[in-house]
């Protein structure tokens, strides 16, 4: 019997605009390749920290070009783009919810990640309300009195803390970041170099 | 008779990895929409000043991945990827070269600038050495005594630096950068989005 091939690992901020692009796609991309993924959130300010780059919407010329990039890509894939007035939300609700859900189920955990996102990027729902995050784990199945206590517990408070410590000392300094069997790829406009690497093997 | 349509403007600080990659491309990508290009060389310091960035060999986290991706996109396009121990240059020589060449002849600035790309990141050119940028010059059809004079004079030097305020009074804050009829295109990965933008046309 052959072992199963690894999942793809795929680490983001739940705020960063190009994540939404990559989200809709990564999974199925995946299991094209006899692939799962395993969804890592974590705070992108842990590698600012490191490269002294700030977020996209944050810095001078850069914001501009990317609501104008997020549009255009929204236009070429036909779906909508609509992050919240008051985006980019920082989201540690949303952050320490995910590995609240995550000590129950590692599928669940991607659903709900992949929901968070989704309903982000439509403006349906906050990173930083832990009620109605708790209602979404919920409606996929999730325990959503577990998911209101996790959000305030020390122990998941860290634990989300945790990931951004591992993403810098693992080298991701961006999001989305998807790693194929340890090898780094930044950025939804790398998912066709990730197939073309899943397709090929590595060099 | 249809007024031939605007050329492509590709702006690029000679140093940029990514550089390569879309330099190898872009004429023959406009050339298929019946385009031309304007190569449109800048110092991207003048960018970093107002973005806060660096570039991207002197971030951390960022150097690393940098250099990995270069070689994966070499791999992939079949091509090497090979720029000098000390890259990156600062090239302020290749930059005045460039806009001294495309006083005689905007084509030739062209063809010029697209040779000193292949070079310096085949480890043939330096960015910094006046003379054998002079003599590539003339190899391709320039004036070498002209060119060696443009490098050390004032107006050639300050029509070099306007070009990196004009990239950000254009909002260019990255390289490679193309515009398309204004529209503003950033990265050797966006070369496909610049396809299908000339293919389609604007929104």
């Known amino acids: 019997m052959t072992p199963s091939p690894a999942p793809l690992e795929f680490w983001f901020d739940f705020a960063s605009g190009y994540v939404y692009f990559a989200a809709l796609e990564v999974d199925a991309l995946a299991a094209r390749h006899g692939r799962s993924v395993l969804w890592r959130p974590f705070s992108l300010g842990s590698s600012f920290k490191v490269t002294g780059a700030r977020g996209l919407s944050s810095t001078p010329l850069k ?74 784990a919920a409606r996929l199945g999730g325990d959503e009195a577990a998911v209101m206590r996790g959000m305030g517990d020390q ?43 899943l397709a090929k093997g590595p060099w």
Chains 1, 2 share one sequence.
Do not use: C
Not at 180 to 187: H, I, K
């Open 155 to 197: 122990r998941i408070k860290d634990m989300a803390k945790a990931q951004g410590d591992e993403a810098v000392r693992r080298g991701v300094f961006g999001s989305p970041w998807i790693f194929v069997d340890g090898e780094p790829f930044w950025g939804a406009d790398r998912l066709a170099m990730v197939e073309d690497w």
């Open 63 to 136: 914001s501009d070009y990317a609501a104008r990039d997020w549009q255009r890509l929204a236009r070429l894939k036909g779906v909508a783009f609509a992050p919240p007035a008051d985006h980019p939300h920082i989201g540690l609700p949303a952050l320490r919810a995910f590995y609240t859900v995550r000590e129950q189920d590692e599928g669940l955990a991607a659903r709900f990640g992949r929901a968070v996102i989704t309903g982000y990027f439509s403006g349906q729902v906050s990173l930083n309300e832990p009620a109605p995050l708790a209602a979404l």
